[in-house]
Structure formats: C-alpha cells, structure tokens
C-alpha cells in the first residue's frame, strides 16, 4: 500500500492567491483529517470527514479554509485568500473505524505534508 | 474540549539512558492515547497507543503507562539510542463523543547524547 498519499510536497504562493491542497487516503479508510502544524500552534486538527461527511470542522479557522471530500479516494483543503500567517505544514491523516457499528476507531496515518509557505 | 499538556519541551539523555515523557489531559471521556515520533521534516509516525482500559502496554524498549484517575499517560523509552532522538508528540482522543480528531501535546524534543 503506498499509504497516505498528499500534493503538492511544497507549495510557494504570493499573498491573496488562492491555494489548494490534495489528499488521498489509504484505500478502504473511511475516516480523513487535515492537521495544520507550526512552531507556535504546534500539530492542530482542522477538520476530519467519516465516509466523506464533514464531521467535525470547529479547527477550521476562518472562512478563508475550506475542505472537500467528493468521494472515498480523494479530499482538498482551499485556502482563499492565502495570508503569511497561513504558511506552515499541513497533513492528511487517514484512519479506518472497525467493528461493530463502526465502533473502534483504528490508527490514524499520516501523509508527508505540504509544506506551503505564503510570501 | 480536550486540552493535552506535555512536559518536558526538550530532553537531553545519555545514549543508553532511560527517557520519560509526561501528558495530562483534561477530558475524562477521552479514551486513546497514543505516541507518535516525528523526525526532522518528516510526518509523525505512530510508536505506541493505550486504550482506557488497560494500565500499561510495552513494546521492545518503548512502555506507556495511563493513569486514568489522575488522568495522566507517560512514555517511557529505556536504553536509549541515537535514532531515538526526534520530536514526540502524545494525543488523546475521545472516542465516545463522536470527536475522532486527535488533541496533541506540543511536543517533547528528545537527544540523545552520545
């Protein structure tokens, strides 16, 4: 399994333009979350999808963040418009909820990260 | 929600030396715990987790042990080596609530000195 897969590694972009962020999950994981890290804030959790419903999206923090998940293989995160204060790393995480009723939630793994810088 | 504090930020051991890191959270209905070891420019990566219902759980050279009532969990890592050195992070989760999100510590810089 080639695991969490995220693009693009590295991302520079100016001020005011628009960024978006990809993500694959590991196949037949049914749980996704982004997580912003940085120096400062250290690892935050953004917003995380079950079955591709946004379940939980109170990390997400303006308007100018917004999330898909379109379907089981494939998620974004947008940020429009970058700001300098939005340059840090963001991951993909990915986990699958077994038993019954769903009720253990496994493992989360993570992507590589973006790294995105916004000058 | 849940709040995750980790102490110490930074910790320098002897190779071969045993290390412990500390959490607290504060949401008593959280119920994993688990470690995860970041190296430089690199994603975390799971160590170890503990569920709430079990005390301690060890593996190789690497043991966490939770204490549910004083709602603290610990990392231990014994005989030291240098690619232990890396940043670790612990988390919780509540698993009850239907938040599936991890609330992570800020991090404990391990290095191990040779």
């Known amino acids: 399994d080639a695991g969490v897969i995220q693009s693009p590694r590295h991302e520079v972009t100016e001020m005011g333009q628009e960024v978006t962020l990809r993500c694959k999950p590991i196949s037949g994981h049914n749980s996704l979350f982004w997580y912003r890290q940085t120096m400062m804030r250290g690892l935050e959790l953004l917003i995380y999808?079950?079955?591709?419903?946004?379940?939980?999206d109170s990390g997400m923090p303006e308007d100018r963040f917004s999330a898909k998940m379109p379907n089981a293989s494939f998620s974004t995160l947008k940020i429009q418009p970058s700001e300098p204060r939005d340059s840090a790393v963001y991951f993909c995480?990915?986990?699958?909820?077994?038993?019954?009723?769903?009720?253990?939630?496994?493992?989360?793994?993570f992507g590589p990260g973006t790294r995105l810088l916004v000058l | 929600g849940e709040n995750v504090e980790q102490h110490p930020s930074t910790l320098s051991v002897q190779e071969g030396d045993s290390a412990v890191i500390k959490c607290t959270y504060s949401?008593?209905?959280?119920?994993?715990f688990p470690w995860y070891k970041q190296e430089l420019g690199k994603r975390p990566q799971l160590i170890i987790d503990?569920?709430?219902?079990?005390g301690e759980k060890k593996d190789q050279r690497i043991a966490v042990t939770l204490n549910k009532t004083a709602k603290h969990f610990s990392l231990h890592i014994t005989e030291t080596q240098p690619e232990d050195s890396a940043v670790y992070f612990c988390?919780?989760?509540?698993?009850?609530?239907?938040?599936?999100?991890?609330?992570f510590g800020k991090g404990t810089h391990l290095i191990i000195q040779p």
């Open positions: 995480a990915s986990s699958a909820t077994t038993g019954l009723a769903g009720g253990v939630r496994e493992t989360q793994y």
């Open positions: 503990i569920r709430s219902n079990v």
């Open positions: 949401d008593s209905a959280s119920n994993y």
């Open positions: 999808f079950n079955n591709n419903v946004p379940i939980d």
């Open positions: 988390a919780a989760r509540d698993s009850g609530g239907g938040a599936d999100g991890l609330t």
